[in-house]
């Protein structure tokens, strides 16, 4: 039942101050790649193998985003169940491309500008809410079909251009953040 005392930190002692320098006990833990060994190779492998369950993990998200939205509606945006509606949009903003949906990011960082930027999220209109949520979900039902990016571009510019005249209208000065369409390869 030995347990290893902890190092003590060396201390060097000057005219008019000290420098402690604490003990380094991560080089006790790390290991060393191997030249053979390339780990950037292992997680694409890693997310190779996961990849099919992306589209799963997705269409949970999209269920939480649906869920949010109907919670937020039914409470008038009120502010718990708003910051709700924007973790779940945020969330798929921050997931979509590693999940292999890039064109959903723009629609849902779009959501989470128009609640960020709003002085009252109470004043969203619902239809507005409803357009983001609706075109997330359509997008990534709609992902594999031909011409499907060109018809998630547009989505993301009309929703963008209706979101920044409610911003403008609800008196949000200066110019108002967009976000960026994603790159269609």
């Given at each position: 039942?030995?347990m ?7 201390v ?23 030249e ?26 999209c269920e ?18 708003c ?14 491309a ?9 629609i ?8 960020e930027e ?18 997330v979900r359509a ?6 079909r ?5 018809v ?32 269609v390869?």
């Open positions: 039942m030995g290893n005392k902890p190092d003590k930190p060396e060097a002692k000057y005219k008019d101050y000290e420098v402690i320098t604490p003990p380094n006990r991560l080089g006790r833990v790390v290991s060393y790649a191997v053979t060994d390339d780990p950037v190779a292992r997680a694409e492998a890693a997310l190779a193998q996961l990849s099919g369950e992306f589209s799963g993990w997705m269409d949970d998200e939480q985003l649906d869920a949010a939205r109907r919670t937020a509606h039914a409470a008038g945006m009120a502010a718990p169940q910051a709700a509606l924007f973790r779940a949009a945020h969330d798929i903003k921050g997931q979509a590693t999940l292999g949906f890039p064109l959903v990011a723009s849902a960082e779009g959501l989470c500008v128009l609640i709003t002085h009252d999220p109470r004043r969203i209109p619902a239809a507005l809410v409803d357009q983001h949520v609706d075109a997008i990534i039902r709609e992902h594999d031909p011409h499907a990016a060109a998630a571009e547009e989505l993301t510019r009309r929703l963008r251009e209706v979101s920044e005249e409610f911003l403008r209208r609800e008196g949000k000065d200066g110019e108002v953040p967009s976000p960026p369409i994603a790159p390869k």
